[in-house]
């Protein structure tokens, strides 16, 4: 039950707490899975996420919309990003998760067209399309000033369950993120959570979220 407890496959504080209605997300090494409404989720290289999601994710048919939503794009999800062969992320994914060619599937984002370049976001689905789609999204949020704060509300009329399951997913991919460069991602004390001026989060209550 996805709405209850809301703490993916694992249960228990794998990757959270509540408290207070107030969910913390504790720490998080940057060599360990996360599980979270159905998503498992790794962090390569220098913030290249590795999502692999269950057909029972409430993600799993919200994939495409949720893509379209954070580009702000009208067409098809898929014309969004295309395959790439990215050796090094090829050989980390071999090195470090154990997979085979075939089961990481690399993705980028398109750029826009005269606009914005995006062609340097990349990530892996393992199982389908679908989990490359919400991999692409964890990559952008990665680059976003608000770390898509700004589309929470939205989800969440959308859909309350969905609302509630893409906050946690965000979150918890930016506490990922940023144990990669410790002491440079400082974002719980209000800070941007940048790197090299990639863009950052923030904190979630300073971003407008709910």
Request: net charge neutral; with cysteine.
């Amino acid at each position: 039950d996805w709405d209850n407890g809301g703490r993916g496959d694992r249960g228990g504080d794998t990757w959270s707490r509540r408290s207070g209605g107030d969910r913390e997300v504790g720490p998080l090494g940057s060599d360990e899975p996360v599980n979270v409404y159905g998503i498992e989720m790794h962090m390569i290289l220098d913030g290249v996420p590795v999502l692999n999601m269950r057909a029972d994710s409430p993600f799993h048919e919200n994939a495409s919309w949720l893509l379209q939503t954070a580009l702000g794009a009208t067409g098809k999800a898929d014309s969004l990003f295309e395959y790439d062969d990215d050796n090094s992320i090829l050989r980390e994914c071999r090195r470090k998760l154990g997979l085979a060619p075939q089961e990481a599937g690399i993705v980028r984002l398109r750029d826009e067209p005269k606009g914005r370049k995006m062609s340097h976001m990349k990530a892996v689905g393992t199982n389908g399309k679908r989990s490359m789609m919400m991999a692409a999204l964890v990559a952008f949020c990665l680059h976003e000033s608000d770390g898509l704060a700004s589309m929470g509300p939205e989800v969440q009329a959308f859909n309350p369950a969905l609302g509630k399951a893409f906050e946690a997913l965000i979150d918890v991919s930016w506490r990922m993120y940023s144990n990669l460069w410790p002491g440079q991602n400082n974002w719980d004390k209000g800070g941007n959570g940048s790197r090299g001026g990639r863009g950052g989060r923030g904190a979630w209550k300073d971003r407008g979220w709910p």
